[in-house]
């Protein structure tokens, strides 16, 4: 069985992903500068002294280890790290030498340039942020004695490979090239030990929490906005069409008996979404246009990417969106500044934190203009109630930081 599959993957799964590629670069800049870059990996000198690579699929898993990395940079700061990407949404975003030394990225998984690619860099720990596995990739790491990690770790197996036998059996080749499972939560674990694997796995708490935690620290040193005091502000993070239409029609109401001030940061920022909010607003300022940063009584519309995180610091009340449509976004990042969240009631069970912070009372869920107005006036009026929801979130985030130490002291050190 195991020959089978190495040949289906190696001569029927690369090659179309291969041609799929050569055909994107006809229209995609993206893959365009991808291809530009393959090879980037080479001009990396041979190593001096201990040399670490993450691996993620794109920017949303790597900032999740930032922290982690910032802690590994601080105890050995000979160490080198390096990230590396097979989206490049991970290898153009991160741009912060303080979390990498080399940025590359990963091959396509053809045996002879996984080998040139791992044997060229010769890591003495690779991690593996929660699923991004690559057989080939895993295989040589395996063969040349290197510890592989698979940290935040989550049991990812898509629908189509989980329903036949052969993708499970696929499945389970690729996890047993790795050294050790280290699971977000007991869910997860419990997945991984149904395979009956060779080797060690246990729960290790996402390191995205320690992440939270510290950008909560550092963003009371940053000022990006000047809000009057006398404002209640709701900060809308990472919404879609349908929360924006729901938002600004019972915003338009509030205001009528409260002084709120919103901030909207859509998922995207195109024109068409940036074009929705502000026909749906009476009086906004866009973010890039901002000079000194004072707002006045206007609303603000977050035109730049990468704010999100930092911008939760000035909400009263944080609105998060995406739960109407593919799944609620990350609930945790207004959770770690102790604020009350709101989220759509369709597709939120699909996030452990979210289902998690309802249970707990800090995440209110709704699905309507009217419920959403009932909890928004709750939350302006009642300042005790709203006080016992941020707490209740902040707690969460506390009791689940302190993996990448853990990881750190038990894997590194």
């Known amino acids: 069985m195991k020959t089978v599959l190495k040949l289906i993957y190696n001569f029927l799964v690369l090659p179309l992903l291969w041609l799929y590629s050569k055909i994107m670069l006809l229209t995609n800049d993206k893959i365009r500068d991808r291809e530009s870059k393959k090879d980037s990996y080479l001009d990396i000198p041979k190593k001096q002294g201990k040399r670490i690579l993450i691996h993620a699929s794109s920017m949303g898993e790597y900032e999740q ?10 105890n050995e700061p000979d160490t080198e790290i390096i990230a590396s990407f097979f989206s490049p949404s991970g290898y153009n975003n991160l741009t912060n030498k303080s979390h990498f030394d080399y940025k590359v990225y990963s091959p396509i998984d053809f045996r002879t340039r996984a080998k040139k690619f791992v044997n060229h860099i010769d890591p003495d720990i690779v991690f593996i942020v929660r699923y991004d596995l690559w057989y080939n990739f895993l295989s040589q790491v395996m063969k040349n004695g290197t510890p592989t990690h698979l940290i935040n770790a989550t049991f990812t197996i898509s629908p189509t490979m989980g329903k036949s036998m052969i993708g499970k059996a696929f499945y389970k080749m690729l996890i047993c090239k790795i050294s050790h499972i280290h699971c ?10 149904s395979m009956n694997l060779p080797i060690p796995i246990s729960i290790l708490p996402d390191t995205r929490y320690d992440r939270i935690i510290s950008k909560v620290q550092d963003a009371e040193k940053i000022e990006l906005l000047d809000i009057d005091d006398d404002y209640t502000t709701l900060v809308v993070g990472s919404c879609w069409k349908q929360d924006i239409v729901i938002i600004t029609e019972v915003v ?3 205001k009528q008996n409260h002084r709120l001030k919103v901030i909207y940061a859509p998922h995207e920022i195109d024109t068409k979404t940036i074009s929705q909010i502000t026909d749906n607003v009476d009086s906004a300022l866009l973010y890039s246009e901002m000079g000194d940063k004072q707002t006045g009584d206007k609303d603000i519309i977050i035109d730049k990417i990468g704010l999100l995180l930092t911008l939760y610091k000035y909400a009263d009340i944080a609105y998060v969106g995406g739960a109407f449509g593919a799944g609620v976004h990350s609930v945790t990042e207004p959770a770690g500044y102790g604020v009350p969240i709101i989220c759509g009631d369709k597709y939120y069970k699909g996030s452990e934190d979210a289902r998690q912070l309802v249970k707990s009372g800090g995440l209110i869920t709704i699905g309507n203009n009217r419920e959403l107005m009932t909890t928004l006036t709750t939350l302006l009026t009642d300042i005790d109630k709203s006080t016992e929801l941020g707490t209740a979130n902040k707690k969460y985030i506390e009791e689940h930081c302190g993996s990448s130490d853990e990881l750190y002291n038990k894997v590194i050190k």
Request: proline share 0%; hydrophobic share 40%.
């Open 252 to 254: 338009k109401k509030l």
């Open 65 to 74: 280890v930032k922290f982690f990395v910032e802690l590994i940079k601080k």
């Open 184 to 193: 977000v939560n007991q869910y997860h674990k419990k997945k991984f030990e």
